[in-house]
């Protein structure tokens, strides 16, 4: 547990850093400053939550996205500076966060933002005035759909129901699920609907799926819902959803009885899940991005050393990488392109093909999106346990 309260003062310690970070800018967005990115600075614009319910999950990719600037400060002998506005949980608040980054900063790229609801609020905006924008972990398939500006780093949602629905069928030897879904994410119900339709094809029955419980962001009593699913008497219970609400649910989940196996998808793994879930999380699996157990390339190892020396006895989540690794997609975009104008790199995020990132290798495919392999990892003594790689081809 200490090792993982240590990710989490970090994450904290995020928004403080980004005060005095360097190349780091960070604006409100009411502020009524801009410049535009000229002279001896590109600027990269940030939209993540930073307050509000997703405030744990946008530190921890900011704190990647600062680590990969302080690494790589510069291209094209140019300054890198960043430009941090804080999207606040909230749909509106993340379109406002993305005009203010195109309209006022005049940013060659963006990179946000952690929830996929939060990044399709500002896809029209990017679209429109054709700024590039790179998503760590946003896996919703319509955050880059018809969307040629919009891109990510990490995989998407029918990828992660299926591995999700191969493993509770092959793994837990399930036959009967129930599915617990936040109503109020587009991130929930699409990787629920994902997993159902994967379960279904793996047992050929159109009745695996045993019950179906809705609830709405900031609930705290699920017990109807849960009281309701445990009469169904299902094998496994799916529970995609934001990291505090899953782990009040889990929790709730046991208060009751309920003893099956509960598996979610990447949200969960946020310092808050076990914090809040406590000894009831025990156990709990779910799918993510990337494990510091086995560094995959060179730019693997590289930001596992350099995370480590500046947290010593801490391990990076998942979406520190991603966060990561979309900033220096970008910067290789915009060396490829030879140029900070953001239309030529769009046009070079296009095709990059085989990059190497601190999460795997990276190639986006026609709609944007990375081809990336899965990690199943499961909460045990307190921390997030490597279990499996999952092979996307």
Do not use: H
Request: net charge neutral; with cysteine; hydrophobic share 40%.
């Amino acid at each position: 547990m200490k090792k993982v309260a240590s990710i989490f003062v970090s994450a904290l310690l995020v928004g403080a850093l980004i005060a005095t970070g360097c190349g780091t800018k960070t604006e409100s967005p009411s502020a009524t400053t801009g410049s535009s990115a000229s002279g001896d600075v590109i600027k990269i614009g940030v939209f993540e939550p930073m307050t509000g319910a997703n405030a744990a999950g946008g530190a921890l990719e900011v704190e990647g996205i600062k680590l990969a600037n302080k690494l790589y400060p510069e291209v094209l002998g140019k300054k890198v500076e960043l430009v941090l506005v804080d999207n606040k949980s909230d749909k509106v608040e993340a379109s406002s966060a993305a005009s203010r980054l195109v309209e006022k900063e005049k940013v060659s790229a963006i990179i946000g933002s952690w929830g996929s609801s939060l990044s399709m609020a500002a896809g029209d905006i990017v679209k429109k005035a054709q700024v590039p924008t790179v998503a760590a972990s946003a896996t919703n398939p319509l955050v880059t759909q018809n969307n040629d500006f919009y891109f990510r780093v990490c995989f998407i949602d029918p990828f992660q129901g299926k591995v999700m629905a191969n493993y509770a069928f092959s793994k837990l030897n399930a036959k009967r699920v129930a599915i617990v879904q936040e109503i109020s994410s587009d991130y929930s119900i699409g990787l629920s609907k994902f997993f159902t339709d994967s379960f279904k094809e793996l047992t050929g029955d159109q009745n695996a799926i045993v019950g179906v419980a809705n609830y709405n962001t900031g609930d705290q009593d699920f017990s109807a819902q849960l009281t309701n699913l445990k009469a169904k008497n299902p094998d496994v219970i799916f529970a995609p959803g934001n990291f505090t609400e899953s782990s009040l649910l889990i929790k709730q989940a046991r208060q009751l009885g309920i003893k099956v196996p509960i598996i979610g998808g990447d949200t969960w793994e946020v310092p808050e899940f076990i914090s809040v879930g406590q000894e009831a999380v025990e156990g709990a699996i779910f799918s993510t991005f990337f494990t510091s157990e086995k560094p995959i390339t060179p730019e693997s190892e590289k930001f596992l050393a350099e995370y480590r020396k500046a947290n010593p006895g801490v391990e990076p989540a998942a979406v520190t990488a991603l966060g990561y690794d979309a900033y220096i997609v970008i910067l290789d975009a915009i060396k490829r392109a030879n140029s900070a104008d953001s239309i030529k790199i769009k046009e070079q995020l296009a095709v990059t093909k085989d990059f190497a990132g601190a999460a795997g290798m990276i190639t986006l495919d026609k709609n944007g999106d990375a081809v990336k392999d899965a990690v199943i990892k499961q909460v045990k003594n307190g921390k997030f346990t490597y279990l499996d790689i999952v092979k996307a081809k």
